[in-house]
């Protein structure tokens, strides 16, 4: 067992925190998360003080640039490398893949890194595809890497967020290696009921009632985006507590003209959240109702943020210093929920 004061991570594309943040309160040192996205540096830094961030494009970024500006030395057992790269153009979902196409190759620039620090330990986390396309992802020769050339003790496979203390249903490839203790695997689901929405938000949870394009100035961000008049009319023909574009199907003046002809395709855009059930995946467009099941479960609006944050496992006290309704969701979105970033940290320990 590894004590964890004696354990220290660099978390490469970092965003906001969400894997440092769970990996730090858990006990380890996060020296540092790399990112080249700027407008997460003061949120991160501001939530995980002493955990320091480097504004950097890691296909750039050299190895004694990170020596420098860290101090961390190659072969170290005590060292924890955490790659959870931008993961859009290996998602399943059918999106234009032209914006993320630079990105795809980000697992084979953070292998460069681990190939040559050896560090004890590795996480990745991604998206489901990359585990589907693992040759043309990088995936089959990172892991080959790993094992036939570090002597890394490897564990991998699809974990859902829901089953290790998130109340969402998220999907993700998860990986764990280290080349210290032979034994090391994922996280185990967790006994016992699976967390669900109304276990985190709504009234009973601090989350006072609100109107759609409401304003929360304060740290809280209990702010939600301006919903269209006909949005507004097909949330509110919408049925609370899990009901779908289905409920007004029929009504010509909401029905969407790209669903006329087959009106049972794709149910959770226009969606409310179940009180019950887990809350669909937390995506980066998770504030508009039209992008998923985002609707709160009583409410006439789409889901706050900070009740996505909360949905994501971000303590209420986590402050996003980003501004526009539409960066906040999509760095709450791009986050890996604190939640399952402590249990795989607690793996390493």
């Known amino acids: 067992m590894a004590h964890p004061k004696t354990l220290k991570a660099i978390d490469f594309f970092c965003s906001i925190g969400g894997m440092t943040y769970g990996f730090r309160q858990a006990g380890i040192n996060v020296i540092a998360g790399i990112d080249i996205d700027s407008s997460c540096k003061e949120t991160y830094e501001y939530n995980n003080p002493g955990s320091k961030f480097i504004e950097a494009d890691v296909m750039d970024l050299t190895f004694d640039d990170l020596k420098e500006k860290t101090g961390i030395k190659e072969n170290d057992d005590n060292l924890i490398f955490i790659g959870c790269s931008p993961c859009q153009y290996w998602s399943i979902i059918n999106t234009v893949k032209t914006k ?14 681990v190939e040559h620090f050896k560090p004890g330990y590795v996480v990745v986390e991604n998206v489901p595809g990359i585990l589907k396309k693992a040759d043309e992802s990088g995936l089959t020769n990172f892991i080959r890497m790993l094992e036939d050339g ?6 991998k496979g699809i974990l859902n967020a829901n089953h290790h203390g998130v109340p969402q249903k998220r999907r993700r490839f998860s990986l764990i290696a280290s080349r210290v203790n032979k034994q090391i695997s994922l ?5 016992g009921p699976a967390p669900t929405v109304k276990d985190y938000i709504g009234t009973n949870n601090g989350f006072e009632k609100i109107p759609n394009n409401h304003k929360d100035k304060t740290d809280f961000i209990h702010t939600t985006a301006r919903l269209s008049n006909k949005n507004l009319k097909r949330i509110i023909k919408t049925t609370k507590n899990g009901g779908s574009r289905c409920d007004w199907k029929d009504n010509d003046e909401l029905q969407l003209e790209c669903y006329k002809k087959s009106p049972d395709g794709f149910r959770d855009i226009y969606g409310r959240m179940s009180w019950d059930k887990p809350a669909p995946t937390i995506t980066t467009k998770f504030h508009s109702i039209s992008n998923g099941r985002f609707g709160h479960p009583k409410e006439n609006r789409a889901i706050s943020l900070r009740e996505g944050a909360t949905l994501q496992t971000f303590p209420k006290t986590y402050v996003f210093k980003e501004k526009s309704i539409s960066k906040v969701a999509k760095q709450i979105g791009n986050a890996v929920p604190p939640n399952l970033a402590f249990l795989i940290a607690k793996q390493i320990i």
């Open 100 to 113: 993320s196409e630079k990105t795809k190759n980000l697992l084979t620039d953070f292998q460069r890194f």
């Open 187 to 191: 996280p185990l689901p967790n006994k």
């Open 150 to 155: 570090g002597n890394y003790r490897v564990d």
